[in-house]
């Protein structure tokens, strides 16, 4: 089980990859198309309209190298807009959201790597084990956001108890009371 390291589209010049990437990415159709020979079809290109581009441009790529090369490409511009996300999220982290955001940020890549790893090609062992490590180690970063979770929440609801209990004797409130505000306001089961 080994893996192409280098795709039939890595020795296209830069200028026509960069055409490709943004035909795949961007759904644009190039400037230069020409349709007068291929046509345009509606919509966003297809792998079709790829192989055609390069065959304009004087290169004979097969449809499947352009569909690997595409699912690989789709694969790291949505790994990169995810990277921007979580940089965005982080930027208005506070102590009160972390876990939360610290959990999604391991399930969206979780799902990432796994999309990466059904995408049909093939990986060496050591890709496979590298992966398989990352998603254990996201797994990890989720279980562990949701410990604290429940910690917090555990913590925020002994306090609330002690307070209620404090106001209470203040207040001199019936026990009863207290216990129907404890668990019918606060959740909390005594």
């Not at 352009?66 to 690989?72: D, L, Y």
């Not at 930027?91 to 959201?97: K, P, R, S, V, W």
């Not at 404090?166 to 668990?183: D, M, N, S, V, Y």
Request: glycine share 4%; charged share 30%; net charge positive.
């Amino acid at each position: 089980m080994s893996r192409r390291v280098h795709s039939s589209l890595d020795n296209l010049p830069a200028p026509l990859r960069d055409a490709l990437t943004r035909m795949v990415v961007d759904n644009a159709w190039p400037q230069d198309w020409d349709v007068k020979n291929y046509g345009l079809a509606p919509g966003k290109p297809r792998y079709e309209d790829l192989v055609s581009y390069c065959k304009q441009k004087g290169f004979e790529i097969s449809k499947s190298a352009i569909g690997r090369w595409a699912e690989q490409l789709k694969v790291f511009t949505l790994m990169k807009s995810s990277g921007l996300m979580a940089r965005d999220v982080m930027a208005g982290l506070t102590e009160e959201n972390a876990p939360k955001t610290q959990k999604a940020a391991a399930e969206m890549a979780t799902a990432l790597l796994l999309k990466l790893m059904v995408s049909g090609d093939d990986f060496t062992s050591k890709q496979l084990k590298e992966v398989s490590q990352a998603i254990r180690d996201l797994a990890q970063v989720s279980i562990k956001a949701d410990q604290y979770i429940r910690e917090q929440v555990k913590a925020k609801a002994e306090k609330a108890d002690k307070a209620i209990t404090t106001l209470g004797k203040k207040k001199k409130i019936a026990p009863e009371i207290l216990k129907q505000i404890r668990e019918e306001v606060y959740g909390i089961i005594s």
